[in-house]
Nanobody
Framework: QVQLVESGGGLVQAGGSLRLSCAAS????????MAWYRQAPGNQRELVAH???????NYADSVKGRFTISRDNAKNTMYLQMNSLKPEDTAVYYC???????????WGQGTQVTVSS
């Protein structure tokens, strides 16, 4: 059974930093693309950052230069380093894994990030 568990969310002041982690179990993540999404109240879930199986990355324009996505295949874990946080970054952050073999997607349960002004 595939399971994704996010951690590292919390409350931080504007300008601060947080590091999110997404630990995968039940699957070898290095054969998968992974991504971070976020959803603020009243908004649709949006893509924040994506990393493919070769560690090529792309980012939403709103987070470029502030957030860094990475992965450690030996630990089956993906990270999101978030710097210079803004109140508009407040949301529930979700990780997603897409299995390259068949495109099947798996989601974590989400972790809350709150940035105070």
């Amino acid at each position: 059974q595939v399971q994704l568990v996010e951690s590292g969310g919390g409350l931080v002041q504007a300008g601060g930093s947080l590091r999110l982690s997404c630990a995968a179990s039940g699957i070898t993540s290095r054969f998968s693309a992974m991504a971070w999404y976020r959803q603020a109240p009243g908004n649709q879930r949006e893509l924040v950052a994506h990393i493919d199986s070769r560690s090529s990355t792309n980012y939403a324009d709103s987070v470029k230069g502030r957030f860094t996505i990475s992965r450690d295949n030996a630990k089956n874990t993906m990270y999101l380093q978030m710097n210079s946080l803004k109140p508009e970054d407040t949301a529930v952050y979700y990780c997603k894994l897409t299995r390259v073999l068949d495109g099947r997607e798996y989601w974590g349960q989400g972790t809350q990030v709150t940035v105070s002004s």
